[in-house]
């Protein structure tokens, strides 16, 4: 949800159907849900709801329970680039609105558009909105409601990193998945190992040494090479079959000495390393340790996940 034009749209396009930032300024209106079921290509299954940003919560016709009742998270965008005050308003009424109904949303606040802000500006920007928010909160006694905030941008890969959090909260397995990557990695001398979702560059977990954004960018950057050369030079048996598939891998030596490692998990997520090259000598181990995490990955989705249903609404403009 957020205001006209505060960005909602362009994420959704940029995250899910890999359109490229500059696109998104050509985006049409729309003045209704609209939702955008991404289930059949990503391991993540959710919907995206897009509605017109001026909801009236008093109209009878705006159904809450239906919309709150099945929500996982609510991504709230605010257009850091323009005056907040009404978005911080309609923030407020939104998730007072959202915990009656279900208490177990989680609320996302993106700070939005922050390309256009200094470093010290985005700080200061985060700590207003962040203040006036939980003021808000207070004032009204809904203190127990937890907002979370993260900065955005569709320019860089900001908002990939803050959709993987989000989506990491909806993951019940999460710990588990953590646990094997840490044992995948101490086992296999790597440096850092992330679970991808393929389609959206979502990492939906990894292991518990901190992100850097670089390393990050360029695992991301390492599975667009990888889908882009195998749907070009991929070989497809059955016309409609997907170009990434259980034999898909990929090796990066880069010049400082580091190796991006790939491998596919399962028809949407790959296991993307970065490791020293000294310590790639011993490839058969890795591969064996790979293919041991692989099996307990799949152990881990035997019951497999109910579909998440996560609510990201707003009107595109
Ligand atoms: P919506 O009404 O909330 O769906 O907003 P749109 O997605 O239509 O975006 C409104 C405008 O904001 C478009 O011109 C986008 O190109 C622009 N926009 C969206 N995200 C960003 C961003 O991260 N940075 C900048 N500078 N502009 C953005």
Redesign the pocket.
């Known amino acids: 949800m ?1 205001l ?8 959704q396009k940029v995250v899910f159907q890999k359109m490229s ?1 500059n696109e ?2 050509f ?1 049409e209106s729309t003045n209704k849900i609209v939702k955008e079921d991404i289930s059949n290509s990503s391991f993540v299954q959710f919907q995206i709801w ?1 509605f017109p ?1 001026q909801i009236d919560f008093l109209d009878p016709s705006f159904d809450s329970d239906m919309i709150f009742g099945g929500c996982g998270a609510l991504v709230f ?1 605010i257009d850091a ?1 323009d005056d907040y005050m009404d978005a911080l308003n309609k923030l407020h009424l939104t998730v007072t609105k959202a915990y009656k109904v279900n208490q177990n949303v989680k609320f996302e606040v993106f700070i ?2 922050v ?2 802000l200094t470093e010290d500006s985005k700080m200061e920007t985060q700590r207003d909105i962040h203040q006036r928010a939980n003021d808000d909160l207070t004032d009204s006694g809904c203190e127990q409601i937890h907002l979370s905030f993260h900065l ?4 860089d890969h900001s ?1 990939f990193e803050a959709f993987s959090k989000v989506v990491q909260k909806l993951i019940p397995q999460l710990p588990a998945l953590e646990n094997l990557l840490n044992i995948m990695i101490s086992n296999s001398a790597i440096e850092k190992a992330f679970l991808f979702d393929v389609v959206s560059k979502i990492y939906i977990a990894t292991d518990s040494s901190p992100v850097d954004m670089q390393s990050y960018e360029l695992c991301c950057d390492m599975i667009d090479v990888v889908i882009d050369v195998s749907g070009i030079y991929g070989l497809q048996e059955e016309p409609e079959a997907p170009a990434f598939d259980n034999q898909s891998s990929s090796l990066i030596k880069l010049n400082n000495g580091t190796i991006l490692y790939l491998r596919e998990v399962n028809r949407f997520l790959a296991f993307v390393c970065i490791l020293r090259e000294d310590n790639f000598d011993r490839q058969g181990v890795i591969d064996y340790n790979f293919l041991c995490f692989r099996e307990a990955i799949q152990q881990v989705f035997v019951n497999s996940i109910q579909p998440n249903e996560m609510a990201c609404n ?4």
């Open positions: 957020g006209r034009r505060s960005g909602k749209s362009s994420i930032p998104t300024l985006l897009d940003g965008v680039q939005h558009k390309d256009g955005t941008s569709i320019y908002i707003g009107e595109t403009s």
